[in-house]
């Protein structure tokens, strides 16, 4: 089916190869050592610009000055990454890339965010930055730091005069005294120590024109003897004449230190013959006031100049702070962008590939917090399908390899019921047919596909119908899983004998699945073998009837020859041998009646009869005719009345008690006991005795008519017995009793029967049924 062209579907992100990762780390290393370099190389460069053109210690200021630059390099580095960032958001929504739309709105949101809080901030700093500056170059402040610098310079003044001033009276007193150098050395001495005390001063020095001391007082108690001064450069000063005065700070110790030339006029010439120095004492807190007064005053001289310059300095610094912010809120949004849409873009992807077939597909963006979660949820998820598929490939092969052995197994199955002699019918838990083989058609005379598929209750006659209930029934009734019987059956225009063997069929958790119904057509083969038991009936009494006509024909001769002979023994003789004729022909007829016997064996007529009261009978009359023979019993006392035929039950007993005593010794035993099976609902008898015994070879042939161990025995007894015991729906078994003997095993239905007003024959009796 085409598409619809107007329909575009979504574009997929396409996350990075692992090459394209290593090539961008190797980028970012590089950018940021060339940043750091830039930084290092603006910032000395500024410096050096600076300090050439102004001494100021702003300029001087490194730490301003770099990090003025890292906000200007990070500003341009985020204008870059926004840029590119941008355009890459463009082309994606152009594109149309999954994430790309909730990418800018995420973006967008943190710029407003940013953008507000930031203008304000803007905005209020530089109201405050203005309030301080004009605060700070106040024109009271700027007169007021005028007024401080002239009373200093006043002051400073003063000191200057009064000490120019006594050093000159000093000067004119030693010009009008004409105390020259070389002459009135004492009187020099002792005028500068008269006025050291006049003037109150810390010394007073004289030099002579060449620089050598001439006079030295010093007042020690003002000046420390180890201060050392050099006066020379000083006395160099005023070698043109004029007063120099100059303050220095020595030890602790201010002075201000005051140079006269000494002059005479030799013929209308004036000459310097010396110097004096006054050392004048100066408050050294009144100097150190005077030197902050001033520093400060030029301090803020220097700043006023700055002004302008510092006002856009800290604006321009407030605005990149300003930008740094905005960009960083722009370049964080698009990171946190990338971090959930990357995800989601791949997200998108692996649902596009499971959807197209490929669970092998794995998502490896890093995410963090709740995107982490889902990331490695999807991948559990793919990894759990993947692993599903296999499963499912692997069982789907395992389902194919089964269900050819199946068919395999059910061909073969087939085949086998196919050609299989006897007819196999199943019918499931609700009746319907689901298995007619062919043996099944013919025996029934149906069709497969008449019947396949249907309930028996429709597809079977009435009479089939009611031969499968019957055994079902009869199944349930000894709750046994299967029963077998031989049953009569006609179809169409034959009767027919089959061997029917019903079985229950039983799911794994032995659930009720239905039944399979087995049954062999005997018909043929029970006429065949009666016709071969016939042959074999009649050979034996053919054999058994030559056997005394033997002696017949043999008396017969000695009575005739005796007869002609005249012999005078003809009585004795005749005597004897019409007795072994009479014998012979009562065994003949014996034998003829226990033939009759067995051949017209009456339909057995159950009614209630206690069991242990027909053996107990049995066991009085043969107990009481041989006394050495030792019989031993053992009832159950739970078997009650049961539902037999009490003359039939008593020849099985009596032919059983017949071969034990042929069979046993003088002195043997005989051991009966009874045992109620509930569950299986049988009775089972156990006869066994210490005589020889039966050998393997004859067990098979023991219950055959005809078949006998003894000299004298018609072969019939065991026979009626096991037609008996058929008869009554029974079984009988023999084995060897050990260490010798025979045991033989009867098991007959046992349905207990209560009697209505107790054990009276003449009341009625209920069966009891089980549930």
């Given at each position: 089916m085409?598409s619809d062209?107007q329909i575009t579907?979504?574009?997929i992100?396409?996350p990075p ?6 090539d ?7 950018t ?6 830039a930084?290092?190389g603006?910032?000395?460069?500024e410096n050096?610009?600076?300090q050439?053109q102004?001494?100021s210690?702003?300029?001087n200021n ?6 003025f630059n890292?906000?200007?390099?990070l500003?341009?580095?985020l ?8 355009i890459?958001v463009?082309?994606?929504r152009k ?8 990418q800018?709105?995420?973006?967008i949101a943190?710029?407003?965010l ?8 803007f905005t ?5 930055f203005?309030f301080?500056?004009g605060n700070w ?5 700027e007169?007021?730091?005028?007024y401080s610098?002239d009373?200093a310079r006043?002051?400073y003044s003063g ?5 120019l ?13 004409e105390?020259y ?6 009187r ?10 006049e003037?109150?001063l810390?010394?007073?020095l004289i030099?002579?024109?060449e620089?050598?001391?001439?006079v030295s ?6 000046l ?7 006066y ?10 004029e007063?120099v005065t100059?303050i ?10 005051v140079?006269?030339p000494?002059?005479e006029?030799?013929?209308?010439k ?6 004096i120095?006054?050392l004048?004492p100066v408050?050294?807190?009144s100097?150190?006031?005077i030197e902050?007064i001033?520093n ?11 002004k302008l ?7 321009t610094?407030f605005?990149l ?13 698009f990171y946190?962008a ?15 590939r499971?959807t ?16 982490a ?10 990894r ?5 598929r ?5 069982a789907?092969?395992d389902l ?7 068919d395999?197994?059910r061909?073969?199955?087939e085949t086998?019921l196919d ?5 196999v019918?199943?019918v ?6 689901t ?5 099944a ?13 249907s309930s028996y209750?429709d597809?079977f006659?009435?009479s089939?119908?009611?031969a499968i209930?019957?055994l ?14 031989q ?8 009767n ?16 009720y ?9 005997l018909?043929h083969l029970?006429?065949?073998q009666?016709?071969a038991?016939?042959?074999?009936v009649a050979?034996?009494?053919a ?8 002696p ?7 009575l005739?020859?005796?007869?002609y ?6 009585d ?10 009479t ?5 003949m007829?014996e034998l003829l ?12 007529n ?8 027909i053996?107990?009978?049995i ?5 009481e005719?041989?006394k050495n023979?030792k019989i031993k019993?053992?009832?159950d ?18 032919n059983?008690f017949?071969n ?10 005989i ?8 569950k299986?609902?049988?009775?089972r ?5 210490d005589?020889?015994?039966i ?12 078949f006998?161990t ?9 026979a ?12 009988i078994q023999v084995r ?7 045991v033989?095993?009867?098991?007959l ?7 209505e ?15």
């Open positions: 085409p062209p579907k979504p574009s992100y396409i190869t692992e090459e394209q990762l290593r961008k780390r190797r980028r970012t290393t590089f940021i050592l060339g940043v750091f370099i930084l290092i603006m910032t000395f460069l050096y610009f600076l050439a102004s001494a210690s702003f300029g490194i730490t301003v000055l770099a990090v890292i906000i200007l390099i500003l341009f580095l204008i870059v990454l926004i840029t590119r960032n941008l890459k463009y082309n994606e594109s149309k890339i999954i994430g790309s739309k909730f800018t709105k995420l973006i943190f710029l407003i940013a953008l507000v809080p930031s203008i304000l901030l209020v700093a530089s109201k405050l203005t301080s500056i170059f106040n024109l009271q402040i007169q007021t730091l005028q610098m009373i006043d002051y000191l200057e005069k009064r000490a001033f006594k050093a000159k009276n000093i000067e004119r007193f030693i010009n009008s005294q105390l150098l070389k002459l009135k050395r004492d020099l001495k002792a005028l500068a120590q008269e006025k050291v005390v003037y109150d810390t010394g007073i030099y002579d024109n620089l050598k001391p001439i007082e010093i007042d020690s108690s003002k420390s003897s180890q201060t050392r001064l050099n020379s450069e000083l006395i160099q000063k005023s070698i043109d004449g007063g100059e220095k700070m020595t030890h602790g110790e201010s002075l201000m230190i140079v006269v000494l002059t006029t030799l013929d209308g004036i000459s310097i013959w010396g110097y120095l006054t004048n408050f050294k807190s100097l150190r006031k902050t001033r400060t005053f030029e301090d803020y001289q220097q700043q006023s100049f700055l310059p510092v006002s856009a300095n800290y604006y610094t605005l702070i300003t930008l740094l912010v905005l960009f960083s809120a722009i370049w964080l949004g946190m990338r971090g959930i849409t990357v995800p989601i873009q791949q997200l998108a992807e692996g649902v596009r499971i197209e077939g490929d669970l092998d597909f794995k998502i490896g963006a890093r995410a963090t917090d709740e995107i979660i889902l990331v490695d949820s999807f991948n559990t998820m793919t759990e399908l993947n692993e599903g296999l499963n499912i490939q692997h789907h092969e194919k390899r089964t269900n050819v052995e199946l395999r197994r061909n073969y199955i086998i050609n299989i002699g006897a007819g019918v199943s499931d838990k609700k009746g319907t047919i298995t007619f083989n062919k043996a058609e013919k025996i029934l005379n149906l069709k497969n596909e008449n019947v396949f598929g209750h597809a006659d009435f089939y119908y009611q209930r019957k079902s029934k009869s199944m349930n009734a000894q709750n046994k899983e299967s029963i077998e019987e049953i009569e059956l006609r179809v169409g225009e034959n027919l004998t089959l061997l029917v063997n019903v079985q229950i069929l039983r799911g794994a958790t032995r659930k699945r239905g039944l399979v119904i087995v049954f062999e057509d018909t029970m006429k065949t009666k016709i038991a016939w042959k074999e050979q034996g009494i054999h058994e009837i030559k056997n005394p006509l033997t017949i024909q043999l008396n017969t001769q000695r005739k020859k005796k007869y002979e005249n012999r005078e023994d003809f004795r003789v005749f005597d004897e041998s019409i007795n072994i004729i014998q012979e022909v009562e065994g007829k009646n226990e033939f009759l016997r067995f051949s017209r064996m009456p339909t057995p159950p009614r209630p009869t206690s069991l242990h009261k053996i107990d009978d066991l009085i009359s043969y107990s005719h041989d023979l019993k053992n009832f006392p739970n078997l009650g009345v049961a539902h037999i035929d009490p003359e039939q039950i008593r020849r099985v007993f009596i059983l017949e034990a005593t042929d069979a046993i010794e003088m002195g043997g035993s051991h009966i006991s009874t045992r109620v099976l509930q299986e609902k049988i009775v008898i156990e006869f066994s005795d005589g020889a015994g050998s393997p070879a004859d067990r098979d042939k023991l219950f055959l008519p005809h006998t003894k000299k004298r025995g018609t072969g019939l007894g065991l009626i017995v096991n037609r008996i015991i058929v008869d009554h729906n029974g079984s060897d009793n050990h260490p010798k003997g025979t033989f095993v009867i098991d239905p046992y349905f207990p029967i209560v009697l007003g107790g054990n009276s024959s003449g009341r009625k009796l209920h069966p009891i049924t089980s549930s």
